[in-house]
């Protein structure tokens, strides 16, 4: 389990602390954090449980939400994001996952609102290379374009990041968001220097009420993870695998339970070459 | 509104005489039947019904689910989709419109299963081209990929359609499905003489429960028809501009007064430009 890491949304309902105890009882050496759990024991106190415990903070979840056509909006937009920035060094992770924004309200300028981004990130990205973290661009799966993310593809999280140093603008590959891509395996291949983050769960059906908690534990779907994790490792990924479910039903039940299956399953789904 | 088409879809609840009928009052010079509907009142009886009330046939949905892995499967599919193509012709339509099919039962192999679909084509294709009738490949929006179609992207769908002629195996540009897509324009660019069918209704937020039912009035959601339209013609297509909309509410209106609001959407969001 030596590159598992457990994002803390799967754990939803435990604070930073439960959450830190819970992988040192199970054994996860790394996790992901989301700043509004952070945000509860406050930035320096959470760096401090986090180091005491142990786990390495393979992610902060996350900035972004940069697509808003007024220019006040966009101020508040990059002031929020150059905190994230700050917060992820405070906490010792490199890794800020960005979640780019959807439409802006009332828009049907889906090539306008793809080009603010793009604007923002070229005015976040010095405060950015400054801190030491690197933007980690997050392609989302399409049925959330309108409403979360216009990046929508690999490709295009590549395409967006090419201006930049691969050390300042790198890629997510989250199986649930790109598993369905025919372009995936070459995209990967060219992300080559850029994958900053690998996340998993699973695509399940049928789609829920909310469709943000659409993700399932891994094996209750339809995702090959092991060809997605050979390709992230083909392509020089070394970092952690980490496990991010939105789910009702993972939620409900008890967290220590929760990791325990977490654990289990990476082995069988996301490793299974690698089975004894 | 001379290249209007209504989708019988869109008036689920309408036998094929009731749609026939609501085309011709309300000046749609156009119809997009389904073979279910055709079914209940006979191949034959349907074409004279069609022809004796005048609107021409832009479409007949749906061949395809081509992914069986098992002989049988995969004959039985060939068989009913020969059955589609002869039943096309009879309909005096050209266009078969075809849902490839998703991951077979209980296989996570993607592109196993895109490969099957590509061997079906190659065996299906004789069929279509004797019968004179196109083979209409629809990418589907990726959030139906594991149990729909496998085909997710225009380009994708290009890539399969290449091996064939352009009279023999085309392509559908379906707003809903492909409005998110990063690489559409330029896609629908090379598709020039591949396009066989385009169709419109809006992407609507939030998802309903049963995700089949998501699609919108257009106007009511987030996508530019505009765009679309005038990046359909440029690429030559002078075909009709189909309406079809899976939606419990449009579902539940009054035939009439649903085709009414297609008639005045399809105006107003999808020629805009030509308002006078």
Known sequence: MAKLSLNQATTKHWGLADAVDGCARAGIPAIGLWREQVAEVGVARAAKLVADAGPRVSSLCRGGFLTALDPAGQRAALE??????????????????????????????????????????????????????????????????????????????????????????????????????????????????????????????????????????MGDGFIDFRVLREAVEAAGYSGAT????????????????????VARRYVTEVLPDQLS
Chains 1, 2 share one sequence.
């Open 80 to 217: 929020d994001n150059r905190r994230a920035v700050d917060e992820a060094a405070e906490l010792g992770t490199d890794t800020l996952v960005m979640v780019v924004g959807g439409l802006p309200p009332g828009s049907r300028d889906l090539a306008g609102a793809r080009q603010l981004v793009a604007d923002r990130f070229g005015e976040l990205a010095p405060h950015a290379e400054a801190a030491g973290v690197r933007l980690a661009l997050e392609p989302l799966h399409p049925m959330y374009c309108a409403d979360r993310a216009v990046l929508s593809t690999l490709d295009q999280a590549l395409e967006l990041a090419a201006p930049f140093p691969a050390s300042v603008v790198g890629v997510v590959v989250d199986a649930f968001h790109v598993w369905w891509d025919p372009r995936l395996l070459p995209a990967i291949a060219a992300a080559a220097g850029r994958i900053a983050s690998f996340q998993v769960c699973d695509w399940v059906l049928p789609l829920p009420s909310d469709a943000l908690l659409a993700r399932g534990m």
């Open 242 to 261: 980490e496990v991010e479910i939105f789910n009702a039903d993972v939620w409900a039940a008890p967290g220590d339970e929760v990791i325990a299956t």
